[in-house]
């Protein structure tokens, strides 16, 4: 029976005896059909379990760019070397499919990039290997690099709890418990390095990947993850923020200033399938889409795929506390700053990566996004689409909004076939589509790109 939950109750009544032969659109019509592997696979994820790599992380007493010399109990290279450690350990029940390497170079001083001298920068790149000949990618990602009030501070504490602690236990506990887990798309778990002075790591590994032509197709990047109650007191435990850019590089404003498009950027529609996923599984967690790429004066690793052309999101806690980020650990004038442990708490940072591993499970399941296009040779009043097979893919889905409205509130099953004319103005609505294979994973919405020839 299909939902009737959002409907009005004169409608679904009417649905309900049979009177209307139609279902309206409404917003629960994205919603996605639960895996009962990723359903099995959320519960394993174990608030006591990212407390305890979260006490190791604090326990190196900075984890600064700079501390890279400070020796093997104390810096951000004792850290990656205990990250290391945890990965290998992690990819024993991968049956050889995850292996662990570290993405590093050195960074010559450049003063006006906030590199003060040459520095080592590097990051811990776990892979676990999908079963798709193309190879293509998710990341989940965070940075294990801290800072205080200064920022090139190598020497007094900089615990990051949860800047960036937090995420960075939420990518291993993912790791942990996805490595056991047949998927077809390749997912790399990877932990920056050198994010404070500029997302120096996170760019050096993009461009990497982009120079190697690995087929990016998403970067779920967390950061500041970890506390419920922000400086208003306030506790909001079951919301989390996903931030996505509106236009790729490459973009023509003034194109897309005449013919719309400028809210369905690949990085956008991945917020979207994101938020459709984690919201469907039982969490207690809700998405809330924010239009913008991060917040103001922050920024985040994700940015380093989007300068690459990846699509890529970012999650962050609901309300943040200033106090407690980039801040020497300080009593003044009777109030605690500093990046601790005590204001963590572990059930919320459970339930985000509960929300991650929905998202970066199914989306690693799922089909590939099709690649679409949009026949606009004829002035008329239809909507043609089509796209090439997507591999695994057995139907389609052409989803549908406004132009006015922010997520997808319609969908039309276009079987097996690659093209669909819709009776729907291509001049009045936004369209999508999307790949379900044979279990019903959907693939995030490809967006079609205008073709007059
Ligand atoms: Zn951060």
Known sequence: MPSYRLLHRPVALALMLGLLAVLPARADVAAPPLDPAVAAVLPRISAAQMRATDERLVGFGTRSTFSERAGPKRGVFAARAYLVERFRQIARSSGGRMTVALDTYTQPADPKKRIPRDV???SVIATLRGDDPSGRTYVMSSHYDSRNTNNDDGDHDAPGADDNGSAT??????ARVLASVPLHATVAFACFDSEEQGLFGSAHYA???KAAHVDVEGDLNNDIIGASIGDDGVKRDDVVRIFSEALPPGTDPARVNVIGGE???PSRELARFAKETGDAYPIGLRGV????ADRFLRGGDHESFNAQGFPAIRFVEPVENFNHQHQDVRVENGVQYGDLLQYLDFDYLAKVTRYNV???ATLALAPATPKVTMDTKALDNNTTLSWPPVPRAVRYEVLRRSTSDPVWTAVDDAGAATTATL???KDNWLFGVRAVDAEGHRSPAGYPTPVRS
């Open 120 to 122: 080592v920068i590097s």
């Open 169 to 174: 236990s939420a990518v291993v506990e993912a």
């Open 207 to 209: 461009q990497t990947l």
């Open 263 to 265: 809210n369905d950027s």
């Open 289 to 292: 889409l924010i239009f913008r």
């Open 358 to 360: 929905a998202a970066l």
């Open 423 to 425: 009776k729907f103005s």
